[in-house]
């Protein structure tokens, strides 16, 4: 069995927290949580290999930054959420998040969210999504729902057989991939 890391870091509300409610089968949060989830543990299965994935969840405010550091120097892959329908954490991917983690781990391989893209509210279009995916070089789409519990557990299971690609192709890890999400 293999253990990966996942970190998981964006503006608050962005549905992050209640995505991971639901991955660890504690269902969905129909209100705000201003509280991270403890880090636990889930094992997927892919390519008929096992893998325990230890799962961080992080709050976005600026006074969190020293423990998010801390958790950060024992990452092996960053997921970077936005909501589909907050400009402002759509923009703090670039300004905020995106530099944060290269800045304090300069060869991260990242995977970028967007979550509550079920909103009939959208803010963000598509075109403007596909321009970020070409400026930082996303190179994968998927999607899932926390409100349904569509694909939730989908989006680790595409980042790892992603990571099994390359181990068998000897080709580099993409440095970012993109998994499109859909949440509260």
């Known amino acids: 069995m293999s253990g990966i890391r996942f970190t ?3 503006d608050s509300q962005t549905g992050k927290t209640s995505w991971l409610s639901v991955l660890n089968g504690d ?3 129909e209100t705000h949580q201003s509280k991270r989830l403890e880090p636990f543990t889930k094992k997927i299965i ?3 290999g096992e893998y325990e994935l230890e799962i961080c969840d992080t709050l976005g405010g600026k006074r969190n930054l020293e423990e998010r550091i801390r958790i950060y120097r ?10 589909i329908n907050n400009m402002n954490s759509f923009k703090n991917v670039r300004t ?5 983690i290269k800045y304090h781990k300069p060869n991260a391989s990242i995977v970028l969210v967007c979550t509550k893209s079920d909103l009939k509210n959208k803010r963000i279009l598509i075109d403007e999504i596909q321009e ?6 996303f190179s994968h789409v998927g999607y899932c729902s926390a409100l349904w519990n569509i694909n939730v557990e989908e989006i680790f299971k595409d980042v790892l057989i992603k990571l099994c690609e390359v181990t068998t192709t000897k080709k580099p890890f993409y440095h970012c991939l993109f998994v499109r999400c859909k949440s509260n």
Request: net charge positive; proline share 3%; aromatic share 24%.
């Open 74 to 83: 024992n990452t092996d892959i960053f997921i970077i959420c936005f909501a």
């Open 96 to 100: 905020k998040w995106y530099p944060e």
């Open 8 to 10: 998981i870091v964006g």
């Open 46 to 48: 892919v390519n008929k």
């Open 132 to 137: 970020l995916r070409r400026h930082y070089y």
């Open 27 to 29: 269902g969905f949060k």
